[in-house]
């Protein structure tokens, strides 16, 4: 049997806020876009008696056996809904992780989507935001890699047609513990999302807003708000956000020619962080 090729599309968040926290995750609220950047998902269905779940690429080392995928696999086969089938997945790591790209989540997602789009997983809507849940907060965007504003009330609403931008996506030579980070957390926002529409895709409302989790972050690593500074004073992006609970940061900019000057400039300061000019699609 051959495999199926899926791509896992890095994400993005325009906007975060903390609102709260339940039993098990903090109740969060964002603008999310997806980008060109994106991990390679091969899958196929295996006669054995275990999954074979491997990852190859720049950024496959140190990803352990407990990771999203395993996750997934384990809850499916808890709930009883694979019924015994098996697989083999070779995931090409290109999205690097504790980055706040939500690559895991996006794989873990994107099977999910594979698993139920081929009927092998049946499941109502209520049962995939449980699965979602048990993974992660972030998991439920991956499953469609469409522009979205997840609610305070763990709602998603989908919008096409919104602006693009060309971004500038650095993660420096340190990762970013999103349980550590999240931890510090000792205040919450207000919701702001709860009526989701399209006019805050726009730039000026995305200029107004923020990343909650930066002053955390920033606090955890003084770097982080060094990087930022600079990336705004020198590079004059439209603005500059981490995204996630960090350690990326996404400058965002109208122009592609601007975003490639960006990455040559940038490049040349810091020479051992990871950078790539991307768009959001």
């Not at 690559?103 to 935001?129: D, F, T």
């Not at 979602?132 to 469609?144: T, Y």
């Not at 990343?211 to 705004?232: M, Q, V």
């Amino acid at each position: 049997m051959f495999f199926h090729k899926i791509k896992s599309h890095a994400k993005i968040n325009l906007t975060l806020n903390i609102t709260g926290k339940d039993s098990l995750l903090h109740k969060i609220e964002s603008i999310i876009m997806f980008t060109a950047l994106h991990d390679e998902i091969f899958i196929k269905m295996i006669k054995s008696d275990n999954h074979n779940i491997s990852f190859f690429g720049k950024f496959s080392s140190g990803i352990n056996t407990n990771n999203t995928v395993t996750k997934l696999l384990n809850i499916l086969k808890n709930k009883e809904l694979l019924k015994d089938k098996k697989f083999r997945i070779k995931i090409n790591k290109r999205i690097p992780a504790k980055a706040g790209l939500g690559g895991g989540s996006m794989n873990a997602a994107n099977i999910l989507k594979y698993l139920i789009k081929k009927k092998i997983v049946k499941v109502s809507k209520k049962e995939i935001k449980e699965i979602c849940k048990l993974i992660g907060s972030d998991v439920i965007l991956g499953l469609n890699s469409i522009n979205s504003i997840l609610t305070s009330k763990n709602k998603v609403k989908y919008f096409k047609n919104t602006q693009k931008f060309n971004v500038l996506i650095i993660r420096p030579n340190f990762g970013c513990n999103t349980k550590k980070i999240y931890s510090y957390v000792n205040k919450f926002n207000k919701p702001k999302l709860n009526k989701p529409n399209k006019k805050m895709f726009e730039t000026e409302f995305l200029i107004k807003n923020n990343n909650f989790l930066e002053s955390f972050a920033f606090s955890k690593y003084p770097k982080l708000k060094i990087l930022k500074i600079y990336l705004e004073k020198e590079l004059r992006p439209t603005f500059a956000r981490m995204t996630g609970s960090g350690s990326a940061i996404v400058a965002y900019f109208k122009s592609k020619k601007k975003c490639e000057n960006a990455k040559k400039k940038f490049i040349k300061k810091y020479k051992n962080f990871w950078c790539i000019a991307s768009k959001t699609i």
